[in-house]
C-alpha cells in the first residue's frame, strides 16, 4: 500500500476541487495513483471532479507566428510567472516561433541549434538569459503549419494559444474559430477524430458510475436497471462526451443557437486543422509542503 501524503492529497484537491477527505479516500483506494484517483472522484462526484483539471501546473509563454501560409506555434516554459512577463523572455519566445515558421527544424533540439541572434545560436540566447535571470528556462514544443489555405491565431493573454489552417474568404471567421477553441479547448475537430484511449476512458468512467448506482440500488433493495437499459445509457453518455469534446459539434461560443459546423457552412467555410496550447498542460509543478517547513523551522529554533 503507496504511503499517501498531505501533499499528494492536496495535489489533487488542487486539480479536482473535491473534498480533503474524499481525495484521501480516492488515494488510497487508488494506491497512490493520481490518475486513478481522479477517475474515483468523478464517478463519486460527477462534474465537480472534473472543474478545475485544467489549472496550470507551470509557467511560461505560448507564442506565435504567421508569415503567409506558414506559421508556428511555440511553447516556451519558465520557473516562475514573474520571469514569464519578462521581455527578454518575450523574445526567447517571440524569436522561437519565427524560426519554427522560416527554418523548419525537425524537433526541439534542431530548433535551439539554430542561429537566432549575434551569431549565436537560439540555444545560446536561452543560455545567457538564464544567467542573467537566474532561473531556469526551456522550449518545450512547437508546432509548424505550410499550407495552401489560410492560417490564424489566437492568443488568450500569452497562457493559452490556438492556431486554425482553414479555407474560407472571411479572415474573421477563422479568428473566431481560433479564440472558440481558446474557450472551450476541443480534443478534436470531429468526434470520429477524437483518440480512442479518450474515449475508453470516458466509457470506464461511465461504467464505474453504473456500476455504483447498482450497488447503491441493490443496498436500498430497488430493483437494478436491465442491462440493455445500462447499456444504451453509457453510449448515452460516450456520445454526449464526444459532443463537448469535439470541435465541429461545439456550440459556437458567440452564438449558441449554432454548431460550430453550422457556423461555417453558413460562411463558407471549411476548418482543415488547428493546435492548441495550454501553458504547462501535463507537467507537474513543485507544491511546497509550507506546513511541514515550518514545522521543521521550529524544531530546528528549539534544538539551537
Given at each position: 500500500m503507496a504511503a499517501i501524503t498531505a501533499a499528494m492529497v492536496g495535489e489533487l484537491r488542487a486539480k479536482t476541487d473535491a473534498p480533503m477527505m474524499e481525495c484521501k479516500k480516492a488515494l488510497t483506494?487508488?494506491?497512490?495513483?493520481m490518475g486513478r484517483a481522479e477517475e474515483i472522484l468523478r464517478v463519486k462526484l460527477g462534474g465537480k471532479a472534473g472543474k478545475a483539471a485544467s489549472r496550470i501546473t507551470a509557467e511560461g509563454v505560448v507564442a506565435t507566428y504567421i508569415a503567409g501560409g506558414v506559421g508556428a506555434l511555440v511553447e516556451v516554459n519558465s520557473e516562475t510567472d514573474f520571469v514569464a512577463k519578462n521581455d527578454d523572455f518575450l523574445a526567447l519566445a517571440n524569436t522561437a516561433a519565427r524560426l519554427v515558421a522560416e527554418k523548419n527544424p525537425a524537433d526541439v533540439a534542431a530548433l535551439l541549434a539554430l542561429p537566432a541572434a549575434d551569431g549565436k545560436t537560439l540555444d545560446e540566447v536561452r543560455s545567457a538569459l538564464i544567467g542573467k535571470i537566474g532561473e531556469n528556462m526551456s522550449i518545450r514544443r512547437f508546432q509548424r503549419f505550410e499550407t495552401t489555405a489560410k492560417l490564424a491565431s489566437y492568443l488568450h493573454g500569452t497562457r493559452?494559444?490556438?492556431?486554425?489552417?482553414?479555407?474560407?474568404?472571411?479572415?474573421q471567421v477563422g479568428k473566431d474559430v481560433a479564440m472558440h477553441i481558446a474557450a472551450m479547448k476541443p480534443v478534436a475537430l470531429s468526434s470520429e477524430q477524437v483518440p480512442a484511449e479518450?474515449?475508453?476512458?470516458?466509457?470506464?468512467?461511465?461504467?464505474?458510475?453504473a456500476d455504483e448506482d447498482a450497488a447503491a440500488a441493490v443496498a436500498a433493495g430497488k430493483p437494478v436497471q436491465p442491462a440493455d437499459i445500462v447499456a444504451k445509457r453509457l453510449e448515452g453518455?460516450?456520445?454526449?462526451?464526444?459532443?463537448?469534446?469535439?470541435?465541429l459539434n461545439q456550440a459556437f461560443v458567440k452564438n449558441d443557437k449554432q454548431s460550430?459546423?453550422?457556423?461555417?457552412?453558413?460562411?463558407?467555410?471549411?476548418?482543415?486543422a488547428f493546435t492548441m496550447y495550454v501553458v504547462g498542460e501535463g507537467i507537474e509543478k513543485k507544491v511546497d509542503d509550507f506546513a511541514a517547513e515550518v514545522a521543521a523551522q521550529m524544531a530546528a529554533s528549539k534544538g539551537a
Open positions: 483506494e487508488a494506491d497512490g495513483d493559452i494559444g490556438v492556431m486554425v489552417e482553414f479555407d474560407g474568404a472571411d479572415e479518450l474515449i475508453e476512458k470516458e466509457r470506464s468512467v461511465a461504467k464505474l458510475k453518455s460516450v456520445q454526449k462526451y464526444l459532443k463537448e469534446v469535439s470541435l460550430i459546423e453550422q457556423m461555417l457552412k453558413e460562411k463558407s467555410t471549411t476548418v482543415k
